[in-house]
């Protein structure tokens, strides 16, 4: 039985990056390098930023150092309407003081992992968990995307968990970003509930996804290949079939490329290269930089499949 909905006006649609966190040499957040990286990709193909999602290290910050980053954006002049604020926590209240900072810089939305330390919970339990957080924040500008990543959290979002959010919030909770990699899963999303708004977690399957009613890409590897994911958007959106199909396989290779990598350290190595800035290098622990062969194959590789990297900011 599909799920009553509706989308909201003012949503975010296309090619969003999961955006890389810069950092000092001390590990603490480089806001000033974060906000440059941002409008960069603004400039460079990009709808709207998704900040402190995996590829943000979220989990490696603290509540704190996430709030004063969402308020270093929007203070440097990063449109909060352009901004998905990664929120889920697996306490509560941390959940509620990041979707409140959210929404103070006038975000567009704020994508949610479900609290993902215990294993094995169930829907009813997940439910009550986004629920407590809605009911919390209290706001009807909340709007939430579902962060459905169970290779990493290990706990799914499930299609009657969303079922069961839509009909108790059909104005609050509006779409999800599948980082699974299962089409079918990700087809089933779309098809059953109309107007929830998909996000393929790769851009690989960004055409696909456009193709069943979803609305784009939240993607690590759009921060560099958003030009090429955007040709892939730009042409579909034009109704273009040949060069859509033209485009996706182009940015599929280039997706394929670098994955054969940590994707978080093989970023920031581009990004580095690209700009000049060995500050782009620096990981917190648990993650560590690529060691320098890798990086060199990494380099040959990018170089084969002429990424077309727009000029640094």
Known sequence: MNAEHKPSDGLISGVLPAVLSPLHADLSPDHTRHIRHCSWLLA?????????????????FSVGERVATLEALAAGGIDGSRIIAGTGCCALPDSVTL???????????????????YKNVSDEGLFAGYSEVIQRVGDAALKIYLYHFPAL?????????????????????????????????MKAMATQFPGFQV??????????????????????????????ASQVFAAWKNGDDEAAKKHQDRLTN???AIEDYPLVPALKAIIAQHTGNDGWLTLRPPLVALPGAK?????????RIDLDLAEAA
């Open 254 to 256: 280039s997706r394929l």
């Open 99 to 117: 979707n409140k900072a959210a929404l103070q810089i006038g975000a567009a939305g704020v994508l949610m992992l479900p609290p993902f330390y």
């Open 295 to 303: 990086r060199t194959a990494l380099f040959d590789a990018i170089e």
């Open 199 to 228: 996000f393929a977690g790769s851009e690989r399957l960004l055409l696909d996804c456009l193709e069943i009613g979803g609305a784009g890409t939240i993607s690590a590897t759009v921060n560099v290949t958003s030009l090429q």
């Open 153 to 185: 959290s290990g706990v799914p979002i499930t299609l009657s968990l969303i079922e069961r959010l839509l009909s108790a919030y059909p104005n609050t909770v509006v779409g999800v970003k599948d980082s699974a990699g299962d089409f079918e899963n």
């Open 44 to 60: 460079n193909g990009c709808d709207g930023l998704a900040i402190h999602g995996t590829t943000g290290e979220a989990n490696s």
